[in-house]
């Protein structure tokens, strides 16, 4: 299979004993290229600097809510955003799960990085964490080319977001026992509109669940997924990997 991950975090400090190795052993297997996408700064100068040493990788720079303090230096992201492998805007977005910001300070953060992604015309990577009302206002009125990640809302809101034209990404949580609301939003999602991703380290797919992920796992995501559309496995790599290829011009 051909596969396309897009959405990692190997600058992650859980890939620091065996980063290198692991992605070497990556590339010469079925893995043929990651997104690899910042959360905060530092991270994203991580992101530029993987990009850099591997044809196969390219940068998602941004900020996550998490880090939505340090939107007082978007000037830094968007120098980032004219590397040459710099592809999207992200990880940016909403999350009032841990809420770790006020509500007011993470809509600040989404929007300006919103707006840096419409003025030098990238795509964005969306993270909304039981913000859903919020982030659908907001995406309604800007209106972003982009993927929601990890996606963890209903079909009626998977449908929303494939009707502005987004793409949704689905980890390994497609292969729980509890993935019910999961499965049923990929049923409802257009094919060119569907993406594979780890999120590594974190969401592990079945058998694996708990351990650090990594995009080795990916063929029993990409699995799961094929089977809620009715396809073959092979045929669910090839059309995520065209549809991640096709967003993030790689």
């Not at 299979?1 to 004993?17: G, L, T, W």
């Not at 120098?79 to 909403?94: D, M, P």
């Not at 995501?221 to 059309?239: L, N, V």
């Amino acid at each position: 299979m051909r596969i396309v991950d897009s959405h990692a975090h190997y600058d992650d400090s859980a890939f620091d004993n065996d980063r290198y190795e692991l992605l070497d052993e990556l590339f010469s297997g079925d893995i043929c290229k990651i997104v690899n996408v910042g959360c905060s700064v530092k991270s994203s100068y991580s992101s530029i600097a993987l990009a850099e040493k591997y044809p196969g990788i390219y940068a998602a720079v941004g900020l996550h809510p998490d880090s939505a303090d340090e939107i007082e230096h978007i000037d830094e992201i968007r120098g980032l955003c004219s590397h040459e492998k710099a592809v999207a805007v992200g990880e940016i977005g909403l999350d009032y799960h841990y809420e770790n910001h006020s509500r007011e300070v993470q809509k600040r953060a989404f929007e300006e990085q919103l707006k840096l992604a419409s003025e030098l015309q990238l795509p964005v990577i969306i993270h909304s964490r039981d913000a859903w009302e919020d982030t659908l206002d907001i995406l309604r009125r800007y209106r972003p080319t982009g993927v929601m990640h990890c996606f963890s809302g209903s079909a009626e809101i998977a449908r929303e977001i494939a009707r502005m034209g987004m793409y949704v990404g689905f980890t390994g949580v497609v292969t729980f026992k509890n993935a019910k609301k999961a499965l049923k939003a990929l049923e409802v999602i257009p094919a060119d509109r569907l993406l594979a991703e780890t999120d590594c380290p974190y969401m592990a797919p079945e058998p694996n669940r708990g351990k650090r992920n990594f995009s080795g796992y990916m063929p029993y995501t990409i699995a799961a997924m094929a089977a809620a559309k009715g396809i073959s496995p092979e045929e669910m790599a090839e059309i995520t990997a065209e549809n991640a290829e096709r967003l993030f011009r790689i």
